[in-house]
């Protein structure tokens, strides 16, 4: 499992396109969000750095 918080996932939409994002990567992963703590939850078989990367690029940086 790999966690990110997300500063800047703030609505509905932002949590849609990081699950798109997410499986984007991996077409089987399980994504958990919690919008009012800005956290996702990740099941995955994919790379955290490639996770990592991806989210930044689609403006969704992962606090250090």
Same mark, same amino acid.
């Given at each position: 499992m790999v966690e990110f918080k997300l500063p800047d996932m703030?609505?509905?939409h932002c949590?849609?396109?990081v699950k798109r994002t997410v499986q984007a990567l991996d077409a089987s992963a399980q /994504?958990? /969000?919690d919008l009012p703590t800005h956290m996702v939850?990740?099941?995955t078989s994919?790379?955290?750095a490639?996770?990592?990367a991806?989210?930044?690029e689609e403006g969704y940086a992962p606090a250090s």
């Open positions: 703030t609505c509905g949590a849609a396109t /994504v958990d /969000v939850r990740i099941e994919a790379d955290e490639a996770l990592r991806a989210l930044t």
